[in-house]
């Protein structure tokens, strides 16, 4: 059974960078792809970006000039950095696989737990 | 890019009733619909993928239906588990959530 695990710094000064990683374990991180979402307190979810294993991405364009989405296949992990965060940040942050459908995107199963950030000097 | 509705907002229901949520696309989506269910604390849980598949393990009280740019998810008969946050996301683009229906006890 897939279990996605995320961890990093609970708290970001604004104007940094966010940096989370996720944790796969009990499958294949290949042949899939990987995504991140978040959901800023008592609010709805957004999806920021996905990842393949073979490291081919696509963002969410409000998110994109701060994006970046990586990869590492032998540490089964995927990573999330967003620059030039403010307090409109301040989420909690979810990692999740991807199951595709031919030609689209695809839904989100399983998810791991989330981890909150703030974004607070 | 896609804009996803949900009505309503905020449904109040008693255990055994009958309740239907609505998603509504901006533009259609064929069936690349997927629904899930929130709980405080905890991360969304899939429910329904392709409009109106159910997930291995989800209650058959569970359903789903539509396409194009009208969906729904249905209960038949509401039990205390049920009662959450539910969303509906499209991909037949990249993703986007409805904004949510919470569902709380009448």
């Known amino acids: 059974q897939v279990q996605l695990q995320e961890s990093g710094p609970g708290l970001v000064k604004p104007s940094e960078t966010l940096s989370l990683t996720c944790t796969v374990s009990?499958?294949?991180?290949?042949?899939?792809?990987w995504t991140w979402i978040r959901q800023p307190p008592g609010k709805g979810l957004q999806w920021i970006g996905y990842?393949?294993?073979?490291?081919?991405?696509n963002y969410n364009p409000s998110l994109k000039s701060r994006v970046t989405i990586s990869i590492d296949t032998s540490k089964t992990q995927f990573s999330l950095k967003l620059g030039s965060v403010t307090a409109a940040d301040t989420a909690v942050y979810y990692c999740a696989r991807v199951i595709t459908a031919p030609g689209t995107g695809g839904w989100f199963d399983p998810w791991g737990q989330g981890t909150l950030v703030t974004v607070s000097s | 890019d896609i804009q996803m509705t949900q009505s309503p907002s905020t449904l109040s229901a008693s255990v055994g009733d009958r309740v239907t949520i609505t998603c509504r696309a901006s533009q259609s989506i064929s069936s690349w619909l997927a629904w899930y269910q929130q709980k405080p604390g905890k991360a969304p849980k899939l429910l329904i993928y392709?409009?109106?598949s159910l997930e291995s393990g989800v209650p058959s009280r569970f359903s789903g239906s539509g396409s194009g740019t009208e969906f729904s998810l249905t209960i038949s008969s509401l039990q205390p588990d049920d009662f959450a946050t539910y969303y509906c996301q499209e991909y037949n683009t990249y993703a986007t959530f409805g904004q949510g229906t919470r569902l709380e006890i009448k």
């Open positions: 392709k409009a109106s």
């Open positions: 990842i393949y294993y073979s490291g081919s991405t």
């Open positions: 009990g499958g294949s991180i290949s042949s899939y792809y």
